[in-house]
């Protein structure tokens, strides 16, 4: 169980203080680094707040072997943990009376809070996406992963009730103190690079987590790529295609909407666009709609190539063959692929899935 503990910020008195200020913060250590710099905070939403906080800062030019090499030379040796992310979410507005709030403030007295841990770990996970979506960087020390449930709880380090001021950031500094008192986890293994990457590449986390909550797509192909990373290539195929799918319905459904302008109320238009895209998915299927909506609703210089959707389709046929066990002479089509043809296919199936988000992106 992470260690619970009761803080407040002594620049706000108790007989000022209302119901909405407190928070639930948690404090954990990822597997893995995120490249934002010694410190990169953010608004997730109007009442919760992330903070990344890295340990050691990395200067981007610096490569794995020189940064290794540096670490083992400092006396005592900078273990590889350093390396890794802590990152701070704070949960306000907990429904808690304002009578507990201002009793417990004075002495910073410890409480039952509500648990709101599921907000937390959808906060984290939702921006590890955006995160990776922005940057396009899939390693830090070990492959990006949305975090599962035991996952959260098994790098949680501390939970703190906060008693601050809603709308106001916490005092961060101080959180962390506190949870580098907690202890730490060890990662063993590292791969990919560690520099840190510059702001004006971090600013677009706001628009790719507002994207993300468009489209879940972005779930999956993160979820495909990790995959990848760990070498599970049938998971990673099958997850590619799942995102090709949600990227290719949400292209055919921007299409059909500006094909269905001339319907001047709203509700309606959408109505007809749904149905239109339901009727079209339910019968022609994506294997066929995948290589006809590049080519009636995308831009010359958007649409991918012939070659590459006809290489997409092997993708989508392979998948079609796992998820329906479907035999060849007696034997599961699966067994005669090899890790690399599989590969290659996931690849593909990529390649024309980041035609169609950056087709998306463009209109949104």
Same mark, same amino acid.
């Given at each position: 169980m992470p260690i619970s503990v009761t803080m407040v910020d002594q620049t706000v008195s108790p007989e000022e203080l209302r119901a909405d200020d407190i928070a639930a913060i948690y404090i954990l250590r990822l597997p893995f680094r995120?490249?934002?710099?010694?410190?990169?905070? $953010?608004?997730?939403?109007?009442?919760?707040?992330?903070?990344?906080?890295?340990?050691?800062?990395?200067?981007?030019?610096?490569?794995?072997?020189?940064?290794?090499?540096?670490?083992?030379?400092?006396?005592?040796?900078?273990?590889?943990?350093?390396?890794?992310? %802590?990152?701070?979410?704070?949960?306000?507005?907990?429904?808690?009376?304002? %009578?507990?709030?201002?009793?417990?403030?004075?002495?910073?007295? #410890?409480?039952?809070?509500?648990?709101?841990h599921f907000a937390a770990l959808c906060a984290i996970n939702d921006f590890i996406v955006a995160y990776q979506t922005t940057t396009q960087m899939l390693f830090g020390g070990q492959a990006l992963a949305r975090l599962t449930n035991m996952e959260l709880f098994d790098s949680m380090k501390c939970e703190i009730a906060y008693v601050g001021r809603f709308g106001q950031v916490?005092?961060?500094?101080?959180?962390?103190? $506190?949870?580098?008192?907690?202890?730490?986890?060890?990662?063993?293994?590292?791969?990919?690079d560690f520099g840190d990457l510059p702001l004006t590449l971090l600013e677009g986390i706001k628009r790719s987590l507002d994207l993300k909550h468009e489209y879940i797509f972005y779930e999956f192909a993160l979820d495909a790529k990790t995959r990848m990373a760990n070498k599970d290539y049938v998971a990673a195929l099958l997850y590619s295609v799942i995102a090709l799918e949600g990227a290719h319905a949400a292209m055919l459904r921007l299409g059909l909407q500006s094909r269905f302008m001339h319907i #001047? %109320?709203?509700?309606?238009?959408?109505?007809?666009?749904?149905?239109?895209?339901?009727?079209?998915?339910?019968?022609?299927?994506?294997?066929? #709609?995948?290589? #006809?909506?590049?080519?009636? $609703?995308?831009?010359?210089?958007?649409?991918?190539?012939?070659?590459?959707?006809n290489a997409c389709a092997t993708g989508i046929t392979m998948r079609n063959a796992i998820m329906h066990s479907i035999r060849k002479k007696g034997r599961y089509r699966l067994r005669q692929w090899s890790n690399r043809e599989i590969t290659d296919a996931y690849s593909d199936v990529l390649a024309v899935y980041n035609k169609y988000v950056r087709a998306i992106e463009a209109r949104s």
């Open positions: 995120l490249r934002v710099g010694k410190t990169f905070s $953010f608004k997730y939403d109007d009442k919760t707040d992330i903070f990344v906080r890295n340990s050691l800062v990395v200067p981007s030019e610096l490569t794995t072997q020189e940064l290794l090499h540096q670490m083992a030379s400092t006396t005592p040796a900078t273990p590889i943990e350093a390396l890794k992310s %802590d990152i701070g979410i704070a949960i306000w507005n907990l429904g808690i009376d304002v %009578d507990v709030v201002r009793r417990i403030a004075p002495n910073a007295e #410890l409480i039952n809070m509500p648990s709101r916490p005092n961060w500094s101080e959180c962390f103190k $506190f949870a580098d008192s907690c202890g730490s986890i060890v990662l063993q293994q590292v791969h990919g #001047l %109320d709203e509700e309606e238009r959408n109505k007809v666009v749904e149905s239109r895209v339901a009727d079209l998915l339910r019968t022609e299927g994506l294997f066929v #709609l995948n290589q #006809l909506t590049p080519f009636l $609703f995308m831009e010359e210089n958007e649409r991918p190539s012939a070659n590459e959707i």
